[in-house]
């Protein structure tokens, strides 16, 4: 299983990424563990905060459940 090293300005465009769409970090792990992944509302918190290492799995996850683009979960990061 691929893991992506996160980052404190990949976790917090994720964090904004939920804002826009309007959701609490409980109904973001919800609509995670209802797409097969074993994330607690925890662990969700710490993808948002920069400190767990993202399943690319869970991303492609997290990009369905915003409709966005990878791009925008990639913002400023390497730039």
């Known amino acids: ?11 917090a465009n994720i964090r904004a990424l939920r804002l826009a769409a309007g959701m609490t970090q409980e109904q973001v792990a919800a609509r995670l563990q209802l ?9 969700y918190s710490q993808m948002e905060g920069g400190t767990y290492n993202i399943r690319v799995e869970e991303l492609a ?12 979960f990639f913002r400023g990061i390497g730039e």
């Open 1 to 11: 299983m691929q893991k992506l090293r996160n980052t404190q300005v990949f976790g």
């Open 35 to 43: 797409a097969g992944h074993d994330v607690s509302r925890s662990i």
């Open 61 to 72: 996850a997290l990009r369905r459940i915003f409709a966005a683009s990878y791009d925008e």
